[in-house]
């Protein structure tokens, strides 16, 4: 969903400011054609990465009307006649009623959902699988905010993420979910899809995040409705940001958990874990 940042256009920089995770994608894919991309759930990060592809088309799904816009904006020059930015649920039916496409992106899709279609996650891969023809790609997060994490770098990305969640949950927002990896995957077979491969990519988490995730937090305490907690959860912010920053600011980092990469392909119907729901109405054939 475009939730880590990278500086600059893809179609005007150079090859090595490619993310690693899409760099992965790219190594998976290796000398199939890219076709028709959906980008179902799209954002600053990926849509740059989609742009400099050797795409036939591409369509950019978001339900946020914002992030359409910062998504226009990203692919700038690169938006073709043939290219769209949509804005739309995936809860609803009609969206892209009887469309497939050959590759299709899911990044940060599964966890960052939770805020536009809360408690559908066990149905995204299964609302997503008639649209897929040939490939899937998932990016998605191994969960972080509950287990004990074993090191002190870890404990503070943590409590990072945990003050971040509460103040989202007391402001009014809500929260993402992450869900590791062997839970998309055990999802994809109950879709009806094959696993090909699975990477796992070890975060380092550096000063930007630190910033951006206590930022996040400062922007909820106008929806505390308490001014004493509020002022109390501000001084608990910054004195958090002191401690982090110079770890995040050193060689070592933050290290903490893991992104993951999943490459995945639609099985024959006949070998479905599960029949699809409206296989033949209200989506399109895979």
């Known amino acids: 969903m475009g939730r880590r940042l990278i500086e600059g256009l893809v179609m005007t920089t150079p090859k090595k400011t490619v993310s690693s995770l899409f760099r992965a994608i790219e190594s998976l894919q290796g000398e199939r054609p890219w076709g028709s991309f959906l980008d179902a759930g799209t954002g600053r990060n990926s849509l740059q990465w989609v742009c400099g592809l050797d795409t036939e088309r591409w369509t950019a799904v978001t339900a946020s009307p914002s992030m359409a816009k910062v998504a226009r904006e990203a692919a700038g020059k690169a938006l073709r006649d043939q290219d769209r930015v949509i804005v739309d649920n995936w809860m609803s039916d009609e969206l892209l009623y009887g469309e497939c496409f050959d590759t299709v992106l899911l990044d940060y899709f ?17 609302r997503v699988r008639p649209h897929v ?16 994490p074993g090191t002190e770098a870890g ?5 990072i993420g945990r003050l971040r969640d509460g103040c989202l949950l007391i402001g009014g927002g809500r929260p993402y979910r992450e869900y590791p990896a062997t839970w998309v995957q055990r999802q ?6 094959r696993v090909c491969e699975i990477r796992h990519f070890p975060i380092r988490y550096r000063e930007r995040f630190v910033n951006t995730q206590l930022d996040l937090c400062l922007r909820q305490l106008d929806g505390f409705n308490d001014d ?4 109390a959860m501000r001084e608990h912010v910054e004195a958090l940001r002191e401690q982090a920053l110079p770890l995040a600011r050193s060689e070592a980092g933050l ?30 054939s895979g």
Do not use: S
């Open 110 to 126: 599964i966890g960052a959902i939770e805020g536009f279609a809360p408690y559908w996650q066990e149905r995204v891969l299964q």
């Open 133 to 148: 023809k040939h490939r899937l790609y998932i990016v998605g997060t191994e969960p972080y905010v509950l287990d004990d």
């Open 155 to 159: 404990r503070i990305v943590q409590r």
């Open 188 to 193: 994809l077979g109950v879709a009806g899809f």
């Open 228 to 231: 004493k907690l509020a002022a």
């Open 255 to 284: 290290p903490c958990g893991a992104d993951y990469v999943i490459a995945a392909e639609p099985l024959d119907k006949r070998h479905h874990a599960l029949a699809m729901e409206d296989d033949a109405g209200t989506h399109a």
